[in-house]
């Protein structure tokens, strides 16, 4: 097969996979929440490195900036699960007595999920975080098991195979009932877990999508006329997005799910074309991929797109080739995904409103490929790509934004806060004057800004101390605000 060919079909499967398992820099320009225009700089991609062998893959990217995936060990004699973060570098998670493991979801608070090996050669699902190591949490009763996702709670779902049920069906875990079987949808004889949100409820699919929560048990989300429908994320309002057959053996389309409703958000094209929404944020903003307007269906071409209710699809565009797709959203619409380039190359981009589609460029190498796989929050993105020596290793892209953006990020998430019920009027408002008077010393006073964020940080430690904020939801608000003041005081 020629290396162009090659290099299209990597890169949808690449993203798929992982999805569901020096440093350059160039600048764009964006818009702030006043409609102005500024420069924002996007550095790396940086190697993450292995841990020893030849390659490694990444999962996901949480608020701190801890990213999770696996890599080849020394000699690519095994493949272990990994955390890296930036004052440590690749962490090596360990196995639960074989030579594979691999980590598929981080929270907040750096817990880790995915699946491992077992001394007797078994897969089992394990939670991982610093204080224990790794976790076996055992199975259904059969004899593989594998955590696929994991909420702020430390609340734990995936799929097991059963005595009875080899096929597996969804698990949720949690510290004080251990592993409980979820079921299947009447007449499906499988089930498998995608997501669980910060309220517990659980997202996956049995033959048709559905969302398990305490109260109602399993709902069947239903489909869009056709056979099957299958879920690919949910948001903390428990709005789903997937993709469904359509009636009459029609095509597939991208659906949104809520409050007891299914829509189909159609395609950018016309006729018998498909699309698939992959992911959602707090705001109801859908990403994915649909065959494009201009499609020749001959060559399939398809275009990353962005819903959202006022607009409808949204085409992204591409780097120059026929083909994008658009996989992770964070809360300030910032997409990112991969896409041909011109030189049919495959490139990771990021999407943000005022400068368009963005070519993250990749780590050197004949085959010139990357991807992007999720961004959190501060604009950190991770993906993998190629390297000059010949092989695909787990990166990181760092967006840098100004102090007043970073304000502003630090005032929404305490304002959030509070809208949870978390912080009382009081303690929000102790938190917001400290964030004002910081913003009032950003034009002249930059150290003395960095002061005053330290208070800020100490409160937060304070209200931590007295169990009026989680340590995972106090720790988010003092990395934001230690990586401002790290920047005031350079």
């Known amino acids: 097969m020629p290396q162009s060919s090659v290099k299209r079909l990597l890169a949808p499967m690449m993203a798929s996979c992982l999805a569901a398992c020096g440093e350059s ?47 080849a060990t020394a000699g690519d004699s095994g493949s272990h699960a990994f955390l890296w973060q930036s004052d440590t570098g690749m962490i090596d998670l360990g196995t639960l007595g074989g030579a594979f493991s691999s980590a598929y979801a981080i929270n907040a608070a750096g817990q880790v999920v995915g699946s491992s090996r077992t001394a ?34 430390g609340q734990v ?21 251990g592993m409980i079987d979820l079921g299947t949808l009447g007449g499906s004889p499988f089930s498998s877990a995608i997501a669980i949100n910060a309220l517990g409820q659980v997202l996956g699919s049995s033959r048709h999508a559905f969302l398990w929560q305490n109260a109602t048990g399993m709902i069947d989300l239903g489909t869009l006329g056709g056979f099957v429908s299958d879920p690919f994320a949910m948001n903390d309002l428990g709005q789903v997005v997937g993709t469904s057959d359509t009636p009459f ?15 189909d958000l159609g395609v950018l094209g016309s006729g018998k074309q498909s699309s698939t ?20 269906q001959s060559q399939n071409e398809r275009h990353a797109f962005l ?49 368009g589609m963005t070519d993250l460029g ?24 190629s390297t000059a020596g010949g092989h695909i290793h787990a990166a990181l892209w760092n967006t840098i934004r100004t102090p007043a953006e970073q ?18 009027r009081g303690q929000m408002n102790a938190l917001q004057a400290k964030l004002d008077a910081a913003g009032r010393q950003l034009d002249g006073a930059k150290k003395t800004a960095a002061n005053v964020l330290r208070a800020f940080t100490n409160q937060v430690r304070a209200f931590v101390s007295a169990s009026i904020l989680s340590s995972s939801d106090g720790q988010t608000l003092i990395d934001a605000a230690q990586a401002l003041i790290n920047q005031l005081s350079t």
């Open 25 to 71: 820099a160039g600048s764009s320009a964006m818009r702030d929440r006043n409609g102005q225009s500024n420069q924002l700089a996007v550095s790396g991609p940086i190697d993450l490195g292995t841990l020893g062998g030849t390659s490694s893959f990444v999962s996901a990217v949480n608020a701190r900036g801890q990213v999770i995936g696996n890599s």
């Open 120 to 153: 007797s050669n078994q897969l089992h699902a394990f939670l991982w975080q610093s204080d224990t190591g790794m976790i076996d949490l055992g199975t259904l009763g059969g004899t593989l098991s594998s955590a696929v996702a994991i909420n702020a709670l």
């Open 157 to 177: 779902v995936g799929v097991s195979s059963t005595a009875t049920n080899f096929l597996g069906q969804v698990f949720l875990w949690q510290r004080e009932t």
């Open 249 to 263: 053996f029609g095509p597939r389309h991208a659906f949104l799910w809520q409050s007891g409703t299914m829509i």
């Open 277 to 296: 929404a992959r992911a959602i944020n707090a705001s109801g903003q859908v990403v994915g991929v649909s065959d494009a307007a201009s499609a020749d």
């Open 307 to 355: 819903w959202q209710s006022e607009t409808g699809l949204v085409d992204l565009g591409t780097l120059g080739g026929d083909f994008s797709q658009a996989v992770a959203i964070n809360t300030r619409g910032q997409i990112v995904g991969g896409s041909n380039t011109g030189d049919d190359e495959n490139h990771a981009f990021l999407w943000q409103r005022g400068t």
């Open 362 to 385: 990749t780590l050197g190498g004949a085959l010139s490929f990357s991807n992007a796989f999720a961004i959190n929050d501060h604009g950190q993105i991770v993906g993998i790509s």
């Open 407 to 424: 304000l502003a990020d630090l005032s929404d998430a305490v304002a959030s806060l509070g809208a949870a019920g978390k912080l009382n």
